[in-house]
């Protein structure tokens, strides 16, 4: 009885300090329902990697070719900014604060045809390639006669160069829209078991733990209704992460994914850092070049960069702590036993700048 005491002690002990060694996050839910309920339940999430949210402004830009409804009027095309779940009704209300008309009949050409589309189709369902016209309506809503058969010259308004731009962003910003309080409304309400039926929630996640080896991914691609669009917003990454704001450690980064191209097309390197000589790699395809540690942080890079791999910083967390702890097994020479086989590149290759690699 004693030893199977024991064991059962042992095997539980085992299950707790997996589960601490594991990096996990918290998700706290709280019914909105008032009077009594503000039911809460709290889950335990562990994670392989992070998949981060890339925060943009809720803004497309569409550039649209106006025909006014005198024919002596040449064509003009126009950009302007609609909200990404809008509809066209709301394209024509952009429409008329850069125009100043007052009715518009929206168009799609496609192969040789004009497709009218109506006030409550989503702008989710228009592609960036698209082409919309603009018809011009008069007071008693007739348009303005089709030039689907004309070749004419439009002009270029100066607000089809005012594109929406985010502005650059820093990796932590990522980390506290991930861990930001939201309110689950519409769609996405929870099921309160207090209440049994759907309610507004509030959900908020927090880290418990962060792994040895951080993972981050950056979801470039946002899928849209009928097409897919990648997010070129500039992520400022640093070379030294620091998550003491999230209870977390500090963390060197050793790797990265770059996703060169758009969404229509493109291609994927990597660029790591050797644990042999301290030195940055690029390997793209079947080319392998030296590149510089400002080179793998240039803007560039950060606009097209979609996964990051940090390694925790054990001289940091050793001077705060006085003990690595666990963390001895991590340490370079350990790093490098089990990477054996590998080697950097036997020709003295030449420092580029992303560019081709050259032999000296």
């Not at 830009?61 to 066209?88: A, C, E, H, L, N």
């Not at 006669?145 to 308004?157: F, G, N, Q, V, Y």
């Not at 000589?277 to 803007?299: H, L, M, P, T």
Request: aromatic share 10%.
């Amino acid at each position: 009885i004693l030893l199977v005491f024991y064991f059962f002690k042992i095997v539980d002990r085992n299950r707790t300090v997996s589960r601490r060694s594991k990096p996990s996050s918290r998700t706290t839910l709280i019914c909105e329902q008032q009077n009594p309920c503000a039911y809460s339940t709290t889950d335990d999430e562990p994670y392989m990697s992070l998949s981060l949210p890339i925060p943009t402004k809720n803004q497309r830009f569409v550039k649209v070719m106006v025909i006014k409804f005198q024919p002596r009027d040449s064509p003009v095309v126009y950009g302007v900014r609609v909200s990404k779940s809008g509809t066209v009704s709301d394209l024509k209300e952009s429409l008329k604060q850069a125009t100043q008309c007052s009715n518009f009949k929206i168009v799609e050409v496609y192969q040789d045809r004009e497709w009218e589309l109506k006030d409550s189709q989503e702008m989710q369902t228009i592609a960036k390639d698209d082409v919309i016209w603009a018809y011009e309506k008069d007071l008693s809503g007739s348009a303005a006669a089709s030039i689907l058969d004309r070749d004419l010259e439009p002009t270029m308004h100066p607000s089809t160069k005012r594109e929406v731009i985010d502005p650059p962003m820093d990796l932590l910003e990522c980390f506290r829209h991930y861990t930001a309080r939201e309110v689950c409304r519409g769609d996405q309400q929870w099921h309160c078991p207090r209440c049994d039926e759907l309610k507004d929630a509030t959900k908020k996640t927090t880290f418990q733990t962060f792994p040895e080896i951080l993972v981050v991914q950056l979801p470039r691609f946002q899928r849209q209704e009928v097409f897919e669009e990648k997010l070129p917003v500039q992520i400022i990454y640093p070379t030294l992460l620091d998550l003491s704001e999230f209870n977390g450690d500090s963390y060197n980064l050793f790797g990265a994914v770059i996703h060169l191209g758009d969404e229509g097309s493109g291609q994927y390197s990597a660029l790591a850092k050797s644990p042999l000589d301290d030195q940055w790699y690029r390997y793209d395809d079947g080319q392998c070049e030296i590149v510089d540690e400002q080179a793998v942080i240039s803007k560039d890079m950060q606009k097209d960069v979609c996964m990051l791999f940090y390694k925790r910083n054990l001289a940091v967390v050793t001077e705060k702590t006085g003990v690595p702890q666990r963390l001895r097994s991590m340490s370079r020479t350990t790093s490098i036993s089990k990477f054996s086989a590998y080697a950097p590149p036997k020709t003295n290759l030449k420092v580029a700048s992303l560019g081709k690699a050259k032999e000296m």
